[in-house]
T-cell receptor, first 113, second 111 residues
Framework: GAGVSQTPSNKVTEKGKYVELRCDPI?????LYWYRQSLGQGPEFLIY????????DSGLPNDRFFAVRPEGSVSTLKIQRTERGDSAVYLC???????????FGAGSRLTVL | DAKTTQPTSMDCAEGRAANLPCNHS???????VYWYRQIHSQGPQYIIH???NNETNEMASLIITEDRKSSTLILPHATLRDTAVYYC????????????FGDGTTLTVKP
């Protein structure tokens, strides 16, 4: 596609529920990144994929967070047993392999009530 | 990645040059300086990057000091649409992986 697409753009859920956030990267970009951004702060790294494999998941805060990219294109960020502190904008970015110029999507705003 | 330090906020008059500083005193020889900006409710957008020479593109100019410990992003003729948070990042080029964003500089362009 022309840009990085993220769905849903907004998600409101209740504490304890399961949430999935989807990212469609730019066609041909083999690297995919997830970031989380809380209000008033810069993006915080969560996980990075090179192809289908997670090359660096050091930013995932705990085992409630998990991400997959089974075919090396679309990625899904999964959050189990959501907590109010998970409320944030979740940003996805993609790039060509070895490149440092990231193209970001508009983000998915998650609100946990 | 090397740590960067940026002022929290800056104002600029519309039509004037906006000069945004960034300190990166612990930068390594193989690390580049990258700038992104984030307009409200959008994802960050790449602006420019450089190693040690000054760089210019259609969006901005990047001036890196000779010792590479600091840099300045210049928007030559700021418009109201340039109001955004600007992030300075340093990292090796050609090494895909996480980029560490700080809290950036909030630039407000005023009429």
């Amino acid at each position: 596609g022309a840009g990085v697409s993220q769905t849903p753009s907004n998600k409101v859920t209740e504490k304890g529920k399961y949430v999935e956030l989807r990212c469609d990267p730019i066609s041909g970009h083999t690297a995919l990144y997830w970031y989380r951004q809380s209000l008033g702060q810069g993006p915080e790294f969560l996980i990075y994929f090179q192809g289908t494999g997670a090359a660096d998941d050091s930013g995932l805060p705990n085992d409630r967070f998990f991400a997959v990219r089974p075919e090396g294109s679309v990625s899904t960020l999964k959050i189990q047993r959501t907590e109010r502190g998970d409320s944030a904008v979740y940003l996805c970015a993609s790039s060509f392999s070895g490149a440092n110029v990231l193209t970001f999507g508009a983000g998915s705003r998650l609100t946990v009530l | 990645d090397a740590k960067t330090t940026q002022p929290t906020s800056m104002d600029c008059a519309e039509g004037r040059a906006a000069n945004l500083p960034c300190n990166h005193s612990t930068i390594s020889g193989n690390e580049y300086v990258y700038w992104y900006r984030q307009i409200h409710s959008q994802g960050p957008q790449y602006i420019i990057h450089g190693l040690k020479n000054n760089e210019t593109n259609e969006m901005a100019s990047l001036i890196i000091t000779e010792d590479r410990k600091s840099s300045t992003l210049i928007l030559p003729h700021a418009t109201l649409r340039d109001t955004a948070v600007y992030y300075c990042i340093v990292r090796p080029r050609g090494n895909a992986g996480k980029s560490t964003f700080g809290d950036g500089t909030t630039l407000t362009v005023k009429p």
